[in-house]
């Protein structure tokens, strides 16, 4: 009872930010993230691409290198995010605007976050893990920096190269499945007993 009393005495300045508008050089940058992407996916990552935009000029760029690196924070966005930072010597990147492939996870919304990021704008959004507005929607929590978020970019693009990638990484399982045969006259053995009871 007292969670949707919360909901209705929300700020109006909490409410989603829908009306957000996407500016002339939003398609262009998502564009760049894309490219980026596109590098992922030539790696055998997650095509998953990011650029970080100030003053309208690229930043920082980054793409997913989990697997490369084995390690879970390699996400596009916390690559270009650090990045960034280290080439402005600052951690704080007001007034700057991430364009991302995919909508960002809890994770990487949170360094948005901290980062002081202006604007997130994304592509396709994520259904499983997404944390702006699709599974989460941290946003809109009360945090001490507010973020504009744009989402469906290039959503169609986004979308055909996820979809490619992970099409062809099922051929390529597929392909790998051996079809184990017995020997005549042999029992198949499957943890020490017999397949066959």
């Known amino acids: 009872m007292l ?3 919360v909901k209705l005495l929300k700020p109006e300045f909490l409410t989603p930010r829908k009306m957000t508008l996407i500016t002339a050089d939003d398609a262009c940058h998502m564009r760049s993230a894309l490219d980026e992407a596109e590098v992922a996916a030539a790696m055998g990552e997650v095509p998953i691409g990011a650029v970080l935009v100030t003053g309208g000029l690229i930043v920082a760029r980054g793409h997913n290198e989990r697997e490369s690196r084995q390690d879970p924070t390699a996400h596009a966005e916390m690559i270009a995010i650090r990045a960034a930072a280290d080439a402005s010597s600052s951690w704080r990147l007001v007034g700057s605007t991430l364009y991302v492939t995919m909508e960002p996870c809890a994770m990487c919304i949170g360094a948005v976050v ?5 604007r997130v704008v994304f592509g396709v959004w994520d259904p499983k893990a997404g944390a702006c507005g699709s599974v989460l929607n941290i946003p809109e929590e009360r945090l001490n920096h507010r973020v504009q978020i744009v989402g469906g970019v ?31 006259g042999k029992r198949a053995r499957l943890g020490g007993r017999g397949v066959d009871g």
Request: charged fraction near 30%; aromatic fraction near 6%; hydrophobic fraction near 40%.
């Open 3 to 5: 969670a949707s009393h």
């Open 114 to 118: 901290l980062a002081r990021v202006e």
């Open 154 to 184: 290039l959503e169609q693009e986004s979308r055909e190269l996820l979809q490619q990638f992970f099409k062809g990484l099922r051929e390529k399982n597929s392909a790998l499945e051996v079809t184990v045969e017995p020997i005549p």
